[in-house]
């Protein structure tokens, strides 16, 4: 009998309107896709009847650009808080996954703990946290600071971030919550942990006031590709998303997450590595054609330098737009995210002007795209996942609903055709979803070190 094959992983990365920039002005999409919580619960019952392994919804905590005129023909501008949204999606989906972002940046590890506990309690097991260090600078002037801090910053207080929730989530071992009512003893304090941290960025005394949840601990899921990025991966990301634009990328990444794993004594099977794919499918080439360029053909160019000055993480508005990039100013050096590293290698090895790199990024922003058939969509997924290159996808539709339809309705197919993905949900958490084991608390591997000794 030959051997099954590897079953691909499936993320829909939900943006409301669609990923390409000029999504929401397409005839079919929902232009108030921004505050459309049917369209939201619409989408989600797709990708659920798709059998996605999760739905993640990206967030920042600020506008892309502070000034506004730049701004107006940006979709995506407002949002309902992604957070608020997944919750409410917990009531209308019975098994896909939920996954949000959340800031270490700018958030707070008790308050974080809190949400994706409670996330996981209400949706029965299928909360996931995508921790980022926050991408957009803008945020530091919502929360009281002058500057973004610099990565180094932002990661060890990521590190430690993490760290404290996950203590928090061993807040409770198995059966402290007796709630027995014949005695009237809610629980037992022998089997509740005051986590008593103390660091250099966090003191958090715990123990956590919400119930143990069904997966112990949400997901953790990642998104950061930088230096740094890969290390608090390696050390503590069970999911990793990441914008790779060719195979060959997408492989050293693959690979080096793997070998930095190594040194944490971590199985590389306890990472799933999902970068982008922007799908625009079609029954024929000639139609997948069309729908691309019905897209592009909607860009104003005040927008692609919009969306090109966000992820280049410095100002493009009032550049030549015929010209190359300009080089990055100097006060944003120690800023640049790995987006902006690899946009702007990808503009000299292509010798792009600012006009055609931000029609590139206009749909996938720096993700790999494919244009074409079912057939050739998953020619590329089967390639990517044997070899060495990933363990899934997070797959972005070019518009919203019609991307995902199509989606749904003409590469799930093909793809269990081969083989390579499941035909039913078989678990019912995340974690089953994913392959990924439920973490044993830090309390009992203590406990089991002592009495191994
Ligand atoms: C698929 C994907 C999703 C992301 N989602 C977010 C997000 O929701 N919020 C955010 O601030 N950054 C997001 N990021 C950016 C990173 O998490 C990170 O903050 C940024 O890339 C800077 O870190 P790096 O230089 O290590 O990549 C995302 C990145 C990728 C690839």
Redesign the pocket.
């Known amino acids: 009998m030959a051997a099954a094959k590897k079953q691909i992983k499936l993320g829909m ?1 939900l943006r409301p309107s669609g990923h390409h920039v000029a999504a929401w002005r397409h005839p079919d999409a929902a232009e108030d896709s921004d505050s459309n919580f049917q369209h939201l619960i619409d989408v989600a019952r797709t990708a659920e009847r798709g059998l996605f392994d999760l739905i ?1 919804i ?3 905590v600020a506008m892309p650009h502070e000034d506004l005129e730049t701004l107006t023909r940006v979709a995506d501008v407002t949002r309902i808080d992604p957070f608020t949204v997944m919750a409410a999606l917990a009531m209308v989906t019975k098994r896909i996954g939920l996954v949000v ?1 959340g ?1 270490t940046t700018y958030d707070e590890p008790y308050f974080v703990a809190r949400k994706f506990a409670s996330l996981d309690l209400v949706s029965g097991g299928r909360s996931g946290w ?1 921790v ?5 600078q803008m ?1 530091a002037a919502n929360f009281g600071r002058d500057f973004h801090p610099s ?1 180094s910053d932002r ?1 060890q207080r990521a590190r430690e971030f993490v760290d404290v929730v996950r203590g928090l989530w061993d807040t409770w071992d198995e059966g402290a919550l007796v709630r027995d009512k014949a005695s009237g003893i809610f629980f037992d304090p022998s089997k509740v942990h005051v986590l008593n941290h103390r660091g250099e960025h966090f003191k958090v005394r715990g123990p956590l006031n919400t119930s143990p949840s069904p997966q112990g601990h949400p997901v953790i899921v ?5 230096e ?3 290390d608090l991966a390696a050390e503590t990301a069970e999911v990793v ?3 790779q634009s060719t195979l060959a990328a997408a492989q050293e990444f693959y690979g080096d997450l793997h070998r930095r794993m190594a040194k944490y004594g971590r199985d590389p099977d306890s990472l799933k590595v999902m970068p ?1 794919m922007l799908v625009t499918v079609g029954r024929t080439e000639q139609e997948a054609q069309d729908k691309h360029e019905t897209l592009q053909a909607l860009i104003h160019p005040s927008q692609g330098l919009t969306l090109l000055s966000k992820y280049m993480g410095y100002d493009l508005s009032g550049c030549d737009i015929d010209a190359p990039p300009p080089e990055v100013p100097a006060n944003k050096l120690g800023l640049i ?3 902006s590293v690899q946009l702007t290698e990808m503009a000299r090895r292509e010798n792009l002007t600012v006009r055609q790199l931000y029609e590139r990024v206009a749909g996938g922003r720096g ?1 790999f795209s494919v244009v074409g058939t079912a057939a050739q969509v998953v020619d590329h997924m089967e390639e990517w996942v044997t070899t060495g290159a990933s363990d899934g996808f ?1 797959v972005m539709a070019p518009y919203l609903p019609g991307g995902l339809d199509d989606f749904v309705e003409l590469v799930i197919p093909e793809l269990q055709r081969r083989g390579l993905f499941r035909t039913a949900y078989e678990g019912r958490t995340l974690r089953d979803h994913l392959g990924l084991q439920k973490p044993v608390s830090r309390y009992a591997k203590a406990a089991a070190a002592v009495a191994a000794e």
Do not use: C, L, P
């Open positions: 990365f993640f990206a967030d920042n972002t800031t995508n980022v260090t926050s991408g957009v945020e990565k990661y990642e998104s950061g590709s930088s740094d990025g890969r998303f990441t914008a982008g995210s790995s987006r993700h997070n």
